[in-house]
């Protein structure tokens, strides 16, 4: 592997002063002293939207020299919103990285035991568990999946040094924010700094007003969308109708906003660290906001169809989330405590939807158990459950 970092790297700046692929190429040679062979050389460019012309480039290297392989990595914000440059469409295989889930926290806490229980949705074994597993659930909630946070709370276990990098990484997006979108700066920070206020409300949807007295849509929807784009904030809308595909019935003046990680949301509302690790109420604190944010999370990194929430104008009805396998629409009700009794979800499956036949997910903090019209899941199984759902095929009949 040839390894070059473009974030304040002189040689890097002018590296791309053209896009002769030939000469990037011999010039990297001589600067690393290292031979790039193609077929037996890894070239990486890692924060490539930090140089003029980097991105640009990839195009060239796939069509002048397709036979060397070459890996980029950088922000959404700085790839995704350049205007002096296209994206080479076409040209390169997008991977989307998203932080880490809690099945790689239990990895990196070295616990591949637990994680293959979970994998195999071995519930009676997780009633034994259950203990452990919320533990290691609140340190989750805690540190998030930042790796940087992770890594630093398994190595000091010191919370004050794990906020530290918290809000490092919160200034740095803040930082990109300003250089990325001059025009707009305080309307995106303004609708940032509301979403772990939004989130606190018991009902989420997003209320413009609560960014700014009298705010209207016109005034933030640009600012959302540059939020969305840079990958800090998941815009989740409401679907009319529980039917696939959910994005035929998409209301998109209706929304919800959550945080890309559970761990900077907590940073963002100043939860206190002790009461998150140490007590219950990281559960069930912002009324169930962590929870939420932590499966939304979950389902927007396992699975691949779009997440909507379902809610009536006209009554207080709401289902939290909606997703759609390969061959069916699932409703998921997120409670972030034993107390999981909701008239809303029974009534959607059983009365209003009851033709559809419907199965409801509820993801909470009781055992598993199946009720015909709903399964129940804890919350630390939502990621093995949902993947295995996700994964399932659909029996093609003759």
Avoid at 171 to 180: G, V
């Amino acid at each position: 592997m040839v390894y070059v970092n473009c974030h304040g790297n002189d040689f890097a700046d002018n590296l791309f002063r053209d896009l002769s692929v030939t000469r990037i190429v011999s010039e990297i040679e001589r600067y690393y002293e290292a031979k790039v062979i193609a077929g037996k050389t890894l070239l990486v460019f890692d924060e490539i939207q930090e140089v003029h012309n980097g991105i640009a480039s990839l195009k060239y290297f796939c069509e002048d020299m397709p036979e060397l392989h070459v890996a980029v990595a950088g922000s959404l914000l700085g790839i995704t919103l350049r205007e002096d440059e296209s994206y080479p469409v076409g040209k390169v295989t997008t991977l989307r990285m998203y932080p880490m889930t809690f099945a790689e926290y239990l990895m990196a806490c070295g616990r591949p035991q637990l994680l293959e229980m979970l994998n195999g949705l071995e519930w009676e074994s997780m009633k034994a568990m259950d203990g452990l597993l919320l533990e290691l659930l609140r340190q989750y909630y805690f540190t998030g999946g930042m790796p940087e946070a992770v890594k630093t709370y398994l190595e000091s276990h010191d919370v004050d040094l794990v906020r530290e990098v918290q809000r490092e990484i919160l200034d740095a997006y803040e930082r990109d924010i300003a250089k990325h979108t001059k025009p707009m700066v305080a309307r995106i920070h303004q609708v940032w700094e509301s979403i772990p206020a939004q989130l606190a409300r018991e009902n989420k949807k997003f209320i413009f007003g609560a960014v700014k007295k009298g705010g209207r849509a016109a005034q933030f929807e640009t600012a959302i969308q540059w939020l969305v784009d840079a990958g800090l904030v998941y815009k989740i809308e409401r679907t009319k109708e529980p039917v696939m595909p959910l994005k035929f019935y998409a209301d998109y003046d209706a929304f919800k906003l959550y945080m890309l990680d559970c761990g900077l949301l907590a940073c963002m509302a100043e939860a206190n660290p002790n009461a998150m690790l140490l007590g219950t109420n990281a559960f069930t604190e912002f009324k169930g906001a962590f929870a939420e944010n932590f499966v939304l999370q979950t389902l927007k990194s396992v699975c691949e169809s779009s997440v909507f929430y379902f809610s009536k104008d006209n009554s207080s009805m709401e289902v939290d989330f909606l997703y759609q396998t390969r061959d069916r629409v699932v409703p998921v009700e997120v409670k972030a405590e034993e107390n999981v009794k909701s008239k809303s979800l029974s009534n959607f499956i059983n009365e209003d939807f009851k033709n559809l036949n419907l199965k409801a997910l509820r993801i909470s903090m009781k055992p598993y158990i199946d009720q015909g019209w709903m399964e129940n899941i804890p919350l630390y199984a939502a990621e093995a459950f949902i993947k295995k759902q996700c994964q399932t095929s659909i029996t093609v009949l003759p």
